[in-house]
Protein backbone atom coordinates (compact mmCIF):
# COMPACT_ATOMS: atom_id res chain seq x y z
CA UNK A 1 0.00 0.00 0.00
CA UNK A 2 0.90 3.65 -0.75
CA UNK A 3 -0.36 6.64 0.49
CA UNK A 4 -0.45 9.90 -0.98
CA UNK A 5 -1.28 13.28 0.21
CA UNK A 6 -1.07 16.63 -1.92
CA UNK A 7 -0.53 20.44 -0.70
CA UNK A 8 0.27 23.47 -2.63
CA UNK A 9 -2.90 24.22 -4.77
CA UNK A 10 -4.42 27.53 -5.12
CA UNK A 11 -5.79 30.79 -6.99
CA UNK A 12 -3.23 32.59 -9.10
CA UNK A 13 -2.94 35.31 -11.48
CA UNK A 14 -1.52 34.33 -15.37
CA UNK A 15 2.49 34.00 -15.55
CA UNK A 16 2.80 33.41 -11.71
CA UNK A 17 4.04 30.54 -9.73
CA UNK A 18 3.08 27.50 -7.97
CA UNK A 19 4.65 24.53 -6.16
CA UNK A 20 2.83 21.26 -5.51
CA UNK A 21 3.74 18.75 -3.01
CA UNK A 22 3.10 15.02 -2.97
CA UNK A 23 3.81 13.31 0.62
CA UNK A 24 4.15 9.82 0.24
CA UNK A 25 4.22 7.24 2.33
CA UNK A 26 3.91 3.27 2.69
CA UNK A 27 5.63 0.92 1.00
CA UNK A 28 7.61 3.21 -1.13
CA UNK A 29 10.26 0.54 -2.11
CA UNK A 30 7.51 -0.93 -4.68
CA UNK A 31 7.30 2.56 -6.39
CA UNK A 32 8.30 2.49 -10.24
CA UNK A 33 7.39 6.14 -11.31
CA UNK A 34 5.85 9.36 -9.21
CA UNK A 35 3.70 11.31 -11.37
CA UNK A 36 1.31 14.43 -11.74
CA UNK A 37 -1.98 14.21 -13.71
CA UNK A 38 -4.18 16.97 -13.86
CA UNK A 39 -8.27 17.06 -15.07
CA UNK A 40 -10.12 19.78 -16.06
CA UNK A 41 -13.74 20.23 -16.12
CA UNK A 42 -15.27 18.51 -18.97
CA UNK A 43 -11.63 16.88 -19.77
CA UNK A 44 -9.84 13.58 -19.69
CA UNK A 45 -7.55 13.47 -16.77
CA UNK A 46 -3.68 13.82 -18.47
CA UNK A 47 -0.17 12.97 -17.72
CA UNK A 48 1.28 16.57 -16.85
CA UNK A 49 4.91 15.26 -15.54
CA UNK A 50 6.57 11.92 -14.37
CA UNK A 51 10.10 11.24 -12.56
CA UNK A 52 10.47 7.28 -12.75
CA UNK A 53 12.99 5.28 -9.83
CA UNK A 54 16.04 5.97 -12.06
CA UNK A 55 15.05 9.80 -12.01
CA UNK A 56 14.74 10.26 -15.56
CA UNK A 57 11.66 12.79 -16.10
CA UNK A 58 9.27 13.34 -18.74
CA UNK A 59 6.48 15.80 -19.73
CA UNK A 60 3.31 16.86 -21.20
CA UNK A 61 4.45 19.02 -24.60
CA UNK A 62 1.72 21.80 -23.31
CA UNK A 63 4.17 22.00 -20.18
CA UNK A 64 7.66 21.68 -21.15
CA UNK A 65 9.50 24.58 -20.05
CA UNK A 66 7.28 25.74 -17.68
CA UNK A 67 6.79 22.96 -15.23
CA UNK A 68 9.65 20.71 -13.04
CA UNK A 69 8.82 17.60 -11.18
CA UNK A 70 11.58 16.62 -8.78
CA UNK A 71 11.28 15.06 -5.45
CA UNK A 72 13.38 14.92 -2.20
CA UNK A 73 14.01 11.40 -1.05
CA UNK A 74 14.75 12.68 2.38
CA UNK A 75 11.51 13.48 2.96
CA UNK A 76 9.71 10.84 0.44
CA UNK A 77 7.88 13.77 -1.42
CA UNK A 78 7.62 14.62 -4.73
CA UNK A 79 7.24 18.07 -5.94
CA UNK A 80 5.69 19.76 -9.11
CA UNK A 81 7.32 23.48 -9.50
CA UNK A 82 4.89 25.30 -11.96
CA UNK A 83 5.92 28.84 -13.33
CA UNK A 84 4.59 31.01 -15.74
CA UNK A 85 1.02 29.53 -14.97
CA UNK A 86 -1.25 30.45 -17.76
CA UNK A 87 -5.43 29.71 -17.26
CA UNK A 88 -5.29 26.52 -19.47
CA UNK A 89 -3.18 25.02 -16.48
CA UNK A 90 -6.65 25.32 -14.26
CA UNK A 91 -7.31 21.74 -13.52
CA UNK A 92 -7.36 19.18 -10.41
CA UNK A 93 -3.89 18.10 -10.15
CA UNK A 94 -3.15 14.74 -8.84
CA UNK A 95 -0.47 13.08 -7.17
CA UNK A 96 0.20 8.98 -8.92
CA UNK A 97 2.63 6.22 -7.77
CA UNK A 98 2.61 3.81 -10.33
CA UNK A 99 3.29 -0.19 -8.36
CA UNK A 100 4.18 -3.64 -8.97
CA UNK A 101 5.18 -5.63 -12.39
CA UNK A 102 2.48 -7.42 -14.48
CA UNK A 103 -0.38 -8.68 -13.23
CA UNK A 104 0.61 -6.68 -10.16
CA UNK A 105 1.14 -3.18 -11.36
CA UNK A 106 -1.23 -0.78 -9.18
CA UNK A 107 -1.36 2.85 -9.77
CA UNK A 108 -2.53 4.65 -6.31
CA UNK A 109 -3.78 8.26 -6.38
CA UNK A 110 -3.68 11.18 -3.69
CA UNK A 111 -7.21 12.76 -3.22
CA UNK A 112 -6.07 15.80 -5.67
CA UNK A 113 -5.71 19.52 -5.06
CA UNK A 114 -7.17 22.59 -7.63
CA UNK A 115 -4.90 25.01 -9.35
CA UNK A 116 -6.70 27.92 -10.68
CA UNK A 117 -4.92 30.55 -12.53
CA UNK A 118 -7.27 33.59 -13.58
CA UNK A 119 -6.35 35.51 -16.41
Known amino acids: QVQLVESGGGLVQAGGSLRLSCAVS????????MGWYRQAPGKQRELVAAIASGGSTNYADSVKGRFTIYRDNAKNTVYLQMNSLKPEDTAVYYCNANTGWGAYEHDYWGQGTQVTVSS
Open 26 to 33: GSIFSINT
